[in-house]
């Protein structure tokens, strides 16, 4: 191996578990206020056995916002591991499961009742779940099991695992990955353990609630190109919280990342079938059905991400992009002003509805929506151009031609504004310069060899 | 028609920056006449020389391969916050 082939080899080696922690160790310095990113950090800090550092960072989340029902049990959780100490006072004046909705509620009640000594209690918390509500009865049983594990029953582990393998598709594929076939009597505890936790879990303190570090763990390896070690990850993180959804759509961005465009839209949907209202989900798949062409299909997806989400500018804007690609003028504006309602500074909104309103007929609206550009410091060729479009057709000949001049200066390769340009000028009577105007227009625009028979209906030639 | 050739560059993008793994929630993305914006916050993960995502390098390159989707004629790049990270 030559030494630039060893140097690339090192490079593309990821220790996800370090670059995660400086990750987001640098998030904290440059926010300490933050008491997210506080939890985030103890919660990696946690699953990496350094439950000293942990109780800090929850400590840290906890002085910023007390009413923080996440970081108060992790902190629990901490605080358990580092001292060994579990009050029944401090779970009970905390009041933490109140705060939080199932399956957390009882998953999260299940460890303090494991942890207190009280075994039984513990299971029945997770059967009663998986009874009530059969949507979390997968990760119920997954739970029962990981319980099951340290108490060193095997066979209650094999049991639990045959009812999740039994109640969802995707525990069952996962399982049957990492070794689980159905019957496996007589396999040992510690096998068990490498299984279902990995090496870095101990089945005694394994937390129910720290998904996110294995999909931040996840996405890590994956912008680095270790896709396969990244779906590992996304799947512990699937296994820990049952959010089949949210799993579905990371495995969408892994298919994307991949080139597989069928997968991501087959995961896509499925989030969707799994959780209607994920608007993350419909947002991704009409922008798949977009640019394969399906826009009527993309159209629906984010109507009904508007209809779920109304106050979300991200998604009025892009409906309106689709309504005036679908030529529904009107419905776009809403779309627009309604994206600028929530967010004055969406500046794409501005500048899109400032187009529209050129196109409509609306040249004072038009220089109304633009003008806050200027002072927000947006930059571009085209909106000197759109400025440029509505004082020629209020009659301001000059103030176009200097719009149009600022553009050329700012970006000289931007096609539209020498085709307006040339416009300007033939306005102006001057001919020969409006000619050339067309000419750089042709020169750089990239449809040149369609445009040439038709502009300016031939115009153009000298 | 422009606006149908803005929604597809706008798919396009997108795509593109979710498949360098780019935060999209804290993004803003538009396009008008073939020109796309993006603005809102881009997260930098570092690297050295620039080269790590979000460095110049990384932008630049970036830049570079959206200018390459059919019918764009224009880049603008307005981040409101950028998060550097050091090595």
Same mark, same amino acid.
């Given at each position: 191996?030559?030494?630039?082939?060893?140097?690339?080899?090192?490079?593309?080696?990821?220790?996800?578990?370090?670059?995660?922690?400086?990750?987001?160790?640098?998030?904290?310095?440059?926010?300490?206020?933050?008491?997210?990113?506080?939890?985030?950090?103890?919660?990696?800090?946690?699953?990496?056995?350094?439950?000293?550092?942990?109780?800090?960072?929850?400590?840290?989340?906890?002085?910023?916002?007390?009413?923080?029902?996440?970081?108060?049990?992790?902190?629990?959780?901490?605080?358990?591991?580092?001292?060994?100490?579990?009050?029944?006072?401090?779970?009970?004046?905390?009041?933490?499961?109140?705060?939080?909705?199932?399956?957390?509620?009882?998953?999260?009640?299940?460890?303090?009742?494991?942890?207190?000594?009280?075994?039984?209690?513990?299971?029945?918390?997770?059967?009663?779940?998986?009874?009530?509500?059969?949507?979390?009865?997968?990760?119920?049983?997954?739970?029962? %099991?990981? +319980?099951?594990?340290?108490?060193? =029953? #095997? @066979?209650? /582990? *094999?049991?639990?695992?045959?009812?999740?393998? &039994?109640?969802?598709?995707?525990?069952?594929?996962?399982?049957?990955?990492?070794?689980?076939?159905?019957?496996?009597?007589?396999?040992?505890?510690?096998?068990?353990?490498?299984?279902?936790?990995?090496?870095?879990?101990?089945?005694?303190?394994?937390?129910?609630?720290?998904?996110?570090?294995?999909?931040?763990?996840?996405?890590?390896?994956?912008?680095?190109?270790?896709?396969?070690?990244?779906?590992?990850?996304?799947?512990?993180?699937?296994?820990?919280?049952?959010?089949?959804?949210?799993?579905?759509?990371?495995?969408?961005?892994?298919?994307?990342?991949?080139?597989?465009?069928?997968?991501?839209?087959? %995961?896509? +949907?499925?989030?969707?079938?799994? =959780? #209607? @209202?994920? /608007? *993350?989900?419909?947002?991704?798949?009409?922008? &798949?059905?977009?640019?394969?062409?399906?826009?009527?299909?993309?159209?629906?997806?984010?109507?009904?991400?508007?209809?779920?989400?109304?106050?979300?500018?991200?998604?009025?804007?892009?409906?309106?992009?689709?309504?005036?690609?679908?030529?529904?003028?009107?419905?776009?504006?809403?779309?627009?002003?309604?994206?600028?309602?929530?967010?004055?500074?969406?500046?794409?909104?501005?500048?899109?509805?400032?187009?529209?309103?050129?196109?409509?007929?609306?040249?004072?609206?038009?220089?109304?929506?633009?003008?806050?550009?200027?002072?927000?410091?947006?930059?571009?060729?085209?909106?000197?151009?759109?400025?440029?479009?509505?004082?020629?057709?209020?009659?301001?000949?000059?103030?176009?031609?200097?719009?149009?001049?600022?553009?050329?200066?700012?970006?000289?390769?931007?096609?539209?504004?020498?085709?307006?340009?040339?416009?300007?000028?033939?306005?102006?009577?001057?001919?020969?310069?409006?000619?050339?105007?067309?000419?750089?227009?042709?020169?750089?625009?990239?449809?040149?060899?369609?445009?040439?028979?038709?502009?300016?209906?031939?115009?153009?030639?000298? | 028609?422009?606006?149908?050739?803005?929604?597809?560059?706008?798919?396009?993008?997108?795509?593109?920056?979710?498949?360098?793994?780019?935060?999209?929630?804290?993004?803003?993305?538009?396009?008008?006449?073939?020109?796309?914006?993006?603005?809102?916050?881009?997260?930098?993960?570092?690297?050295?020389?620039?080269?790590?995502?979000?460095?110049?390098?990384?932008?630049?390159?970036?830049?570079?391969?959206?200018?390459?989707?059919?019918?764009?004629?224009?880049?603008?790049?307005?981040?409101?916050?950028?998060?550097?990270?050091?090595?």
């Amino acid at each position: 191996m030559s030494e630039g082939q060893a140097a690339q080899s090192i490079e593309l080696v990821v220790d996800p578990w370090s670059e995660a922690t400086h990750e987001l160790e640098r998030d904290r310095d440059a926010h300490p206020g933050f008491a997210d990113v506080r939890n985030q950090l103890g919660m990696i800090y946690l699953e990496d056995s350094r439950p000293q550092d942990a109780l800090r960072e929850f400590q840290a989340a906890l002085a910023k916002n007390p009413a923080y029902s996440l970081a108060k049990f992790h902190y629990l959780v901490a605080k358990r591991i580092h001292e060994g100490v579990l009050e029944a006072e401090e779970w009970d004046a905390e009041n933490i499961i109140q705060q939080v909705d199932e399956p957390q509620a009882s998953l999260w009640t299940s460890w303090y009742l494991s942890q207190s000594g009280d075994v039984r209690g513990s299971v029945e918390v997770l059967d009663r779940l998986a009874r009530t509500e059969p949507r979390f009865a997968a990760v119920a049983h997954y739970h029962r %099991a990981i +319980r099951s594990i340290s108490l060193g =029953d #095997p @066979t209650a /582990v *094999e049991s639990a695992l045959g009812q999740v393998s &039994e109640c969802h598709p995707v525990y069952r594929r996962i399982l049957a990955e990492r070794g689980w076939t159905g019957s496996q009597a007589g396999r040992s505890i510690a096998s068990w353990t490498r299984a279902l936790l990995g090496e870095w879990s101990d089945p005694q303190t394994w937390c129910p609630s720290t998904s996110p570090v294995f999909e931040v763990l996840g996405t890590r390896c994956a912008r680095e190109g270790a896709l396969e070690q990244a779906r590992g990850f996304y799947e512990d993180a699937f296994l820990r919280d049952g959010a089949e959804s949210l799993h579905q759509l990371r495995i969408s961005r892994l298919a994307l990342a991949n080139g597989d465009e069928d997968e991501a839209v087959q %995961a896509l +949907r499925r989030a969707i079938e799994v =959780d #209607p @209202t994920s /608007v *993350e989900a419909r947002i991704a798949l009409g922008w &798949e059905y977009q640019s394969q062409g399906y826009h009527d299909e993309a159209l629906v997806q984010f109507e009904v991400a508007a209809r779920l989400q109304p106050g979300y500018p991200d998604v009025q804007y892009n409906l309106g992009l689709l309504y005036e690609a679908h030529g529904r003028a009107r419905d776009a504006r809403t779309c627009y002003e309604r994206a600028l309602e929530t967010n004055g500074k969406y500046f794409q909104a501005r500048a899109s509805l400032a187009q529209l309103l050129i196109g409509s007929g609306d040249f004072e609206g038009a220089l109304g929506a633009l003008r806050p550009l200027e002072r927000q410091g947006i930059r571009s060729a085209d909106l000197l151009v759109q400025k440029a479009e509505a004082h020629m057709a209020l009659g301001e000949l000059e103030a176009a031609i200097r719009e149009l001049e600022r553009a050329v200066e700012l970006n000289p390769n931007y096609p539209r504004t020498y085709y307006i340009l040339g416009q300007a000028y033939r306005k102006q009577g001057w001919k020969r310069k409006a000619q050339e105007a067309w000419k750089q227009h042709l020169e750089r625009t990239r449809s040149w060899r369609e445009q040439q028979p038709h502009l300016e209906e031939g115009e153009w030639r000298p | 028609m422009q606006q149908t050739i803005d929604s597809q560059i706008q798919a396009r993008v997108r795509l593109l920056l979710a498949r360098k793994w780019v935060d999209l929630k804290s993004l803003t993305i538009g396009t008008t006449n073939g020109t796309v914006y993006l603005g809102g916050g881009l997260k930098l993960t570092g690297g050295k020389n620039g080269e790590g995502r979000g460095g110049r390098t990384w932008l630049t390159r970036l830049r570079q391969e959206i200018c390459a989707i059919p019918d764009v004629n224009d880049v603008v790049f307005q981040f409101h916050q950028i998060e550097e990270e050091n090595d």
